[in-house]
């Protein structure tokens, strides 16, 4: 069907206001949050503004019809092209259907439509004191639905886990516009192994099973109180051990972050004023929970990261936890400045890996940028293993364009080769789906088979994934 038909017809099917043809506005949604979008934007035919199931339905039935590609797409805060329309197709935007259908404390749990704010749903939560624990660096962005589809986490992750671990059930309409419910059909319930898991297997499908119209999630009492603390080390090595000793202590913090030398000098020239003490690596831990119980988990973690640590230092004070936390908070930020002329790319920037390796892996990182002459800087969850590397390009320049691509490609073949994964939190999309087959070998012909079950006409968000 030819691009000015596809359009009259979604006019016709939702009105002028809830479908986007201008040029600019296709083109702002050309882009995600990747450098892939930078070097290669996918201008869609048309987006739509869906707020009902009905008119998800109505479009991803035309678009079934009619074998036009459909995209999902949240806030477009992605870092892998995944919201992309690469070979043109409709863009469901979701993000203006924002509702939160209800808040059922009593079974705590919520009901909202996919493109209720992350920050948006806390703020609700809170007035029942409860919160939906995973915290993406995005929660003032970044969407539920986007969440869902990309199974996103954060700093919290390594003791209040992924988004998945909080989705209850889901509405999606198919790929050929019929609306299955996950988790049952009128259930409230918080455990149950009724049925296969559709949810869990929704969670993380990146848009390529179907459009998630509705979510069902489990929400968690809010803790009382919190402590951090930073410990500087001398010696990268000693960083991850201290991380392993506090957990062979019984201690699980609600946050472990760790900025290595490149970090630190990057908060350090962004914001003099933090003056981070110079060294190998910072470590900072937060932990929530009952006063009583944060206090001692403080006490152990001072005792224990001080055997190796050149300095520690516990607070719980509101105003010294915030100026402890706030190299970390601004390290994306001043990253992007460690060179004048540079900028800091999405790319490469979400490996996990084993936490015995982690310390390995950072110097390894640091070789490759030497290597192909190109700034890093790296940060992250060093609890889970979820590192974070920011190289600093000036992305005018072809040539450090062609260095970088290759320097992250490295990076990924690092990350699977010390038995780690390409990508912690952040998700596949089109940037690391070329790993697929070396990430999960036979593996990737029984997601194909599930993908043909669903999608046997290849419309949903095609090309993603694998
Ligand atoms: C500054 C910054 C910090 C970030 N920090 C983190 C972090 O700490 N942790 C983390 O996990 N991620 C992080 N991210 C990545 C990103 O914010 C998350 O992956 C987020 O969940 C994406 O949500 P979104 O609404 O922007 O989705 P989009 O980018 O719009 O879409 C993401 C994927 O979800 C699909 N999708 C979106 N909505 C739906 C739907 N309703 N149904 C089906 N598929 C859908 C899209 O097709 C696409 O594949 C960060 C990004 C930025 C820019």
Redesign the pocket.
Known sequence: MEIKDIKKQLVKMLGKDKVLTDELDLMYYSY??SFLTKLEPGKPAAVVLPTSTEEVQKVVRFAYENDIAI??????????G??IAFKGGIV?D??TWDEIVEIDAKNMQVIVR??VI?ARLNEALAKYNLFFP??????Q???????????????RAVKYG??EQYILGLE?VLPDGNVMVTGGMNARVIKNVSGLNLTKLMVG????L????QIRLRCWPKPKARGIAMAVYDNLDDAPETVLEVYQAGILPSGIEILDGSAIMAVNQFKPQINLPDAEAILLFEVDGNPPGVDYDGKVIAEIAGKRARSVEWATDPKRMAELWEGRSIT?TAAARVRADGSRI?AGE?ISIPLSKIADVLRAIRALGDKYGIKVVNYGHIGDGNVHTAPVINPENPEEVEKVLQLVHDIHLLAIEMQGSTTG???V?AVRRQYAELEHGLAVEYMRAVKLAFDPKGIM?PE?LF
């Open positions: 995600d949050s995209v999902p797409r949240g806030a477009g805060t992605g870092e892998t995944g919201c469901l979701l993000s996919p493109g992350h995973p915290d993406p660096g995005s929660s962005m970044c969407t539920v639905g986007g969440m869902v589809a990309n199974n996103a986490s954060g700093l992924a988004t999606v499908s990146e848009g390529v179907g459009i998630i119209t994306a999405f979400d939190e952040h998700g999309g968000n993603k």
